[in-house]
T-cell receptor
Framework: AQSVTQLGSHVSVSEGALVLLRCNYS??????LFWYVQYPNQGLQLLLK??????LVKGINGFEAEFKKSETSFHLTKPSAHMSDAAEYFC????????????FGTGTKLQVIP | GAVVSQHPSRVICKSGTSVKIECRSL??????MFWYRQFPKQSLMLMAT?????????EQGVEKDKFLINHASLTLSTLTVTSAHPEDSSFYIC????????????FGDGTRLSIL
């Protein structure tokens, strides 16, 4: 069984400020972890993923996330927020089997204040 | 690369109508496709997993006779909402996966279904 908890359904930051979106996971097997971004009325775009290897993962648009096994966390960060970052962000976990069922968190809506 | 096209993007129809949504992988072969449903301000809920050439695997609580899934080729899966009712109104999103389990799912842009 696997699950994802995203702390904070809404996060507001000022333009230029640090973005931190929190994600904790639960998985009975070593997980694959993902962050997706969704703009209004659109599908999901992959920001970054962790499978194996280096625990600090860099993604698109300046985002990165760090896999911390001891804390079962995969928080998403960006040093400086842009207005274009305003969107909803989903953390997700999948198993490593061929089925690859993905479980999504409930999402965090990021607001960037000018 | 890894583009998934979903069509139509928006459908408005009367209650009792059946609606077909297509999901195509444009530049890769998708052995597995997934169908999700997203209610307003909520996360994505997996409805079913579709494997090319075989029957779809539905999640608990999803009516297979209501949501018909066909994955006839490695690049196309369809979801048909049969005899749609207002409670079926939602945002439906498909995703497709290449080959082995190291590859993430690639998502379509979704279909906004509104049943009057």
């Amino acid at each position: 069984a696997q699950s994802v908890t995203q702390l904070g359904s809404h996060v507001s930051v000022s333009e230029g400020a640090l973005v931190l979106l929190r994600c904790n996971y639960s998985s009975s097997v070593p997980p694959y972890l993902f962050w997706y971004v969704q703009y209004p009325n659109q599908g999901l775009q992959l920001l970054l993923k962790y499978t194996t290897g280096a625990t600090l993962v860099k993604g698109i648009n300046g985002f990165e996330a760090e896999f911390k096994k001891s804390e079962t966390s995969f928080h998403l960060t960006k040093p400086s927020a842009h207005m274009s970052d305003a969107a909803e962000y989903f953390c997700a976990v999948s198993d490593k089997g061929g089925y690859q069922k993905v479980t999504f968190g409930t999402g965090t809506k990021l607001q960037v204040i000018p | 690369g890894a583009v998934v096209s979903q069509h139509p993007s928006r459908v408005i129809c009367k209650s009792g109508t059946s609606v077909k949504i297509e999901c195509r992988s444009l530049d890769f072969q998708a052995t597995t496709m997934f169908w999700y449903r997203q209610f307003p301000k909520q996360s994505l809920m997996l409805m079913a997993t579709s494997n090319e050439g075989s029957k779809a695997t539905y999640e608990q609580g999803v009516e297979k006779d209501k949501f018909l899934i066909n994955h006839a080729s490695l690049t196309l899966s369809t979801l048909t909402v049969t005899s749609a009712h207002p409670e079926d109104s939602s945002f439906y999103i498909c995703s497709a996966k290449q080959g082995n389990s190291n590859q993430p799912q690639h998502f379509g842009d979704g279909t906004r279904l509104s049943i009057l």
